[in-house]
């Protein structure tokens, strides 16, 4: 039985016909000279393939004097009121490429089932780090606890090696994720919402936010107006404060240095993966 916790994965690809690295015909393109053998039409062919008129005759124009030798032929007026059709050589191009897109499906389709369940976690691994974000800081965990609260929920959110990471959400928004402990989700804080700290987690004044870190200064990067400072906290998870150039002077870090990182647990946004 298969386990439909688990994702599922399929390879996707576009087939492209290339010279020496550059691409020269793709599928659209293909689709465009089907089209227009089909429909004997470049209107309709363009509105099959989703390109207007004249992208539709720019492309036909291109593939003629690319070709050397009509690939497309077109009839004006006349009885039948013109037309537009594919030469000899047109519609063995098309063949060609229809030959290759189906080895090319087969091929796909191969490399997937040679993947199967047994790949779903490394597949999560890529999807993971494909994610794009504009914060600074994302972390995939999972869901350890769901305080309810008044107005909002604490979700606190295990990073792994003791991490943890508290967002406040409200109920709304922990509902429509469905979260529950167990729930994988992707944590993410801006990096401007960091406020930053010398020395150990002790020595830290009385800050009742529950997501304080403590690391080593891995590096510090300076800005016209801000710097950037990245807090290692283990061998593979970091963390990164963005701090005006005259707030980071007084900490006087350097790189080796231990610091405290600390932010709000309203800063945290959750996120499905």
């Not at 497309?72 to 013109?82: D, F, L, P, S, T």
């Not at 087969?106 to 779903?120: C, H, M, Y």
């Not at 830290?204 to 936010?209: E, M, Q, R, T, V």
């Not at 906290?233 to 707030?247: D, E, F, I, P």
Request: hydrophobic content about 45%.
């Amino acid at each position: 039985m298969t386990d439909s916790s688990r994702p599922t994965f399929d390879l996707a690809g576009e087939l492209w016909l290339t010279d020496g690295g550059a691409a020269r015909f793709s599928r659209q393109r293909v689709a465009l000279l089907a089209a227009i053998d089909e429909t004997g039409s470049i209107t309709a062919a363009a509105k099959q393939v989703g390109l207007s008129y004249k992208a539709a005759w720019e492309a036909v124009d291109a593939l003629n004097n690319l070709a050397g030798a009509p690939l497309v032929e077109r009839a004006i007026g006349g009885r039948g009121g013109g037309g537009t059709a594919l030469t000899d050589a047109g519609k063995r191009l098309v063949r060609v490429f229809d030959t290759l897109a189906r080895e090319h499906g087969q091929f796909l389709a191969r490399a997937s089932a040679a993947f199967g369940e047994a790949a779903a976690d490394d597949w999560r691994l890529v999807r993971r780090i494909g994610l794009r974000t504009s914060a600074r800081n994302a972390w995939y965990g999972t869901v350890a606890a769901i305080r309810p609260g008044a107005v909002n929920d604490e979700v606190a959110v295990s990073l792994g090696e003791g991490r943890m990471v508290t967002a406040g959400i409200t109920h709304d928004s922990a509902a429509r994720l469905g979260l529950e402990p167990g729930s994988e989700v992707c944590a993410l804080v801006k990096a401007s919402a960091v406020m930053l700290f010398a020395g150990e987690l002790a020595s830290l004044p009385g800050i009742a936010s529950p997501n304080r870190f403590a690391g080593t200064v891995a590096r510090i990067d300076d800005g016209a107006v801000n710097c950037v400072v990245t807090l290692a906290l283990s061998s593979h998870q970091s963390l990164t404060a963005m701090v005006s150039r005259s707030g980071v002077a007084p900490l006087g870090l350097a790189t080796g240095d231990h610091a405290c990182a600390v932010f709000n647990p309203a800063s945290v946004i959750l996120a499905l993966p």
